[in-house]
C-alpha cells in the first residue's frame, strides 16, 4: 500500500457498507415513458438493500416515494430508509454519488464532478446532490471538492490491496479531463483515492454505452485475487474481437505480489434491442451489499443461471438476489449503475 500516514484507501466494494444511495427516477426524467416499470424495479431494489443495510434515497418527491416503498416494505425496511429532498437530472448515483475512503474509524467524501459523461447529458442538478447531502448532515464523513476534476463511480474499481483499474477509453475520452495526459489523471488518482498503483484496462466495449467504457460493465474485482469479467464466444458478434482483446490483457496483469488474477469469465447476454438499437446488457453491472450480491437478469434463463452461478463462486456465502433489469437497460445502464455504496 502506498505511504499514508493517515491509512485510508478506497475499500473493496465487498468491505462493510454504511449504507447504499439511490437516486429515484420521477416524470421529468428520460424514464418518464415506463415511470411506473422502473419504479416497480426500484422499489425492489429498496426492498433487498433494506434487508441488508441502511439506504438513502435522493428524490425530489419523498411523499410520492414513501408511498411507493411503503406498499411493499416493512416498517422494520422503512426505519432503514433515509428519504432526501433534492432536485435531479436522472438517476445514476453510481456516476454522481461520492466516492469513499476510510480507514477504519473516519471517512472521506470525494466529491468529484460528473458533466454527463462527457458532457452529453444536462448534469447540473445531479452534480450538486453530494453537496446537499453533505450539508444537511445525511452522510457523515469529512468532505473533499474535486469539481475540477471529472470521475464518474462507475469508472473505477478498488481490490482494496492498493490497486485501482479503470479503463482507458472512459478516462482518456473527450470533455472529461483533457488536456491532462494518462500519466496526469494517474498522478491525481493515486493520489486522491490513496492508491499504489492505477491498472488500465485498454480494450472492452459495449454497444449502446453512454460511459465510453466504464469499468462496471466489463470488469469487477473480487476478494481473493479474483476479476470477473464479460467474455463473448460468439465470433460473429460486434463485440467478440475488442473482448477477446480485453481478457488476454487481464491474464497479463499480476497482483502486488507478482502473481496472475484469478479470472471468472461471465456470459454475455444475447442481444437485446430497443427498435433498432442495441443495449449495453451484461452480467458484470452486479451490485454489492452487506451479506448478499444483486444481480441483474435479462430474461434468459440459461444465461441467467450461469452468471448467478460464477457470481456465487467469487462470493460465496453471500445470498444471490436476481432483479430483471430490462427496464434499467432501456436507459443504457444497469443495477450497478443505479447504486452507490458508503462506507464509514
Known amino acids: 500500500m502506498q505511504n499514508n500516514i493517515d491509512n485510508y484507501m478506497l475499500p473493496p466494494e465487498w468491505a462493510k457498507q454504511s449504507a447504499m444511495q439511490l437516486t429515484w427516477p420521477h416524470a421529468a426524467t428520460d424514464w418518464s415513458e415506463y415511470l411506473d416499470d422502473i419504479c416497480a424495479t426500484y422499489v425492489e431494489m429498496a426492498d433487498a438493500i433494506t434487508r441488508h443495510e441502511r439506504l438513502i434515497v435522493v428524490t425530489p418527491e419523498p411523499d410520492n416515494v414513501k408511498t411507493q416503498l411503503e406498499k411493499r416494505l416493512s416498517d422494520c425496511q422503512m426505519a432503514n430508509i433515509t428519504l432526501h429532498r433534492c432536485p435531479t437530472n436522472d438517476t445514476w448515483a453510481r456516476d454522481h454519488g461520492f466516492i469513499t475512503l476510510t480507514n477504519g474509524s473516519a471517512t472521506r467524501l470525494l466529491d468529484f464532478r460528473f458533466n454527463g459523461w462527457g458532457d452529453k447529458f444536462p448534469a447540473d442538478l445531479d452534480n450538486a446532490i453530494n453537496r446537499s447531502l453533505y450539508d444537511n448532515k445525511a452522510v457523515k464523513g469529512e468532505y473533499f471538492d474535486h469539481n475540477d476534476f471529472v470521475l464518474e463511480g462507475g469508472s473505477i474499481e478498488s481490490d482494496g490491496q492498493g490497486t485501482v483499474f479503470t479503463t482507458s477509453q472512459c478516462l482518456l475520452a473527450p470533455h472529461r479531463n483533457q488536456p491532462l495526459s494518462r500519466q496526469d489523471i494517474e498522478q491525481r488518482l493515486k493520489k486522491w483515492l490513496c492508491a499504489e498503483r492505477i491498472l488500465w484496462i485498454d480494450h472492452g466495449h459495449l454497444e449502446g454505452d453512454d460511459t465510453d467504457g466504464h469499468i462496471d460493465t466489463l470488469v469487477r474485482t473480487a476478494p481473493d485475487s479474483t476479476l470477473l469479467y464479460v467474455r463473448c464466444t460468439d465470433n460473429n458478434d460486434c463485440h467478440y474481437a475488442d473482448l477477446r482483446l480485453m481478457e488476454?490483457?487481464?491474464?497479463?496483469?499480476?497482483?502486488?505480489?507478482?502473481?496472475?488474477?484469478?479470472?471468472?469469465?461471465?456470459?454475455?447476454?444475447?442481444?437485446?434491442?430497443?427498435?433498432?438499437?442495441?443495449?449495453?446488457?451484461?452480467?458484470?453491472?452486479?451490485?454489492?451489499?452487506?451479506?448478499?450480491?444483486?444481480?441483474?437478469?435479462?430474461?434468459?434463463?440459461d444465461n441467467d443461471a450461469e452468471a448467478a452461478r460464477i457470481i456465487g463462486e467469487a462470493f460465496p456465502g453471500r445470498e444471490l438476489i436476481g432483479i430483471d433489469s430490462r427496464t434499467v437497460i432501456r436507459q443504457h445502464g444497469s443495477l450497478h449503475c443505479c447504486t452507490m455504496q458508503l462506507f464509514s
Request: charged share 20%; hydrophobic share 30%.
Open 248 to 301: 488476454e490483457q487481464l491474464g497479463t496483469f499480476r497482483t502486488t505480489d507478482g502473481r496472475p488474477y484469478r479470472l471468472l469469465p461471465l456470459p454475455m447476454p444475447r442481444p437485446i434491442y430497443d427498435g433498432d438499437d442495441r443495449l449495453p446488457a451484461t452480467y458484470a453491472n452486479f451490485v454489492i451489499i452487506n451479506g448478499a450480491v444483486i444481480y441483474p437478469t435479462y430474461g434468459q434463463p
